[in-house]
């Protein structure tokens, strides 16, 4: 499986479909390179969202909080 590294994020909707695009910015005076996008139906994604806040849930119970990003 490949792993890709992501600091940026960009999400969007239609009525059939989540896109969550994922990428890169290096410096905050360029463009983001966005290299990967998922697309899935809104379920799995409502589904991905529970998983996500779950797993940090656990996370910050046994490691640390997580501090929210500004920016």
């Given at each position: 499986?490949?792993?890709?590294?992501?600091?940026?994020?960009?999400?969007?909707?239609?009525?059939?479909?989540?896109?969550?695009?994922?990428?890169?910015?290096?410096?905050?005076?360029?463009?983001?390179?966005?290299?990967?996008r998922i697309?899935?139906?809104?379920?799995?994604?409502?589904?991905?969202?529970?998983?996500?806040?779950?797993?940090?849930?656990?996370?910050?119970?046994?490691?640390?909080?997580?501090?929210?990003?500004?920016?």
């Amino acid at each position: 499986m490949e792993g890709r590294s992501a600091n940026h994020f960009e999400m969007a909707y239609t009525k059939f479909e989540f896109l969550l695009d994922f990428g890169q910015a290096y410096d905050t005076s360029e463009q983001p390179l966005l290299h990967t996008r998922i697309i899935m139906t809104p379920s799995s994604a409502k589904t991905l969202s529970k998983m996500l806040a779950h797993l940090i849930e656990q996370y910050e119970g046994e490691i640390r909080v997580i501090e929210e990003r500004t920016s």
